[in-house]
């Protein structure tokens, strides 16, 4: 078999494995998916729309968007290489050997590995932990030390607000707790 139709069948495999079509060949997603998922999280914790989102993650117990979306690529490319399926499999093998970076997969694979300082020898040998814990254990080593001190003192202050933690004596108002978290929200950390 010739290399494009591995190419061609690598490309209709992951357009109906990771999203819909829309238009001409385009995977409907990208750069809205990223902006509303940010926005629903920001509506869902209810904190202010210009609050950081390296704070997000901390707060919903989440992974950034991007380590998501670098999680579940990779763990469809592992299915596919592991895939019961001598077509799939020879796809995936065809894309991670020789088209690499030609290949949706390949490139894919090849960033992920390179992101998360893995190889490839791994990959085909399925010695790659790709469990959640894992993810967000890279994720929770990337963040700075202030990061994560002012995202605990939102939390905090969000669970105050929420009513789930309670401070005696207290002689904060609702509006003086709202601008308290719209501070902490934006401070730069």
């Not at 995977?27 to 869902?44: I, L, P, S, T, Y």
Request: proline letters at 3%; charged letters at 20%; a positive charge.
């Amino acid at each position: 078999m010739n290399a494009n139709f591995f190419l061609t069948v690598n490309v209709f495999l992951t357009r109906v494995m990771t999203g819909k079509r829309k238009g001409k060949g385009r995977v409907e997603g990208g750069e809205n998916m990223v902006r509303e998922k940010v926005a629903k999280e920001r509506r869902v914790i209810n904190v202010p729309y210009d609050c950081h989102s390296c704070f997000l993650p901390l707060l919903s117990d989440t992974l950034p968007i991007f380590d998501e979306l670098c999680k579940r690529s990779f763990r469809f490319i592992l299915s596919c290489v592991f895939r019961g399926s001598p077509l799939v499999r020879a796809v995936a093998h065809h894309a991670l050997k020789i088209a690499r970076y030609n290949s949706v997969i390949g490139s894919n694979a090849l960033f992920c590995c390179a992101r998360y300082g893995w190889t490839a020898a791994d990959l085909l040998a399925g010695k790659i932990d790709v469990s959640n814990s894992y993810f967000q254990k890279i994720c929770d080593n990337s963040l700075s030390r202030s990061e994560i001190c002012v995202a605990r003192s939102l939390f905090e202050v969000l669970c105050v607000r929420e009513g789930e933690l309670y401070l005696p004596d207290s002689f904060l108002q609702l509006s003086e707790i709202n601008e308290i978290i719209s501070a902490l929200c934006t401070v730069v950390p």
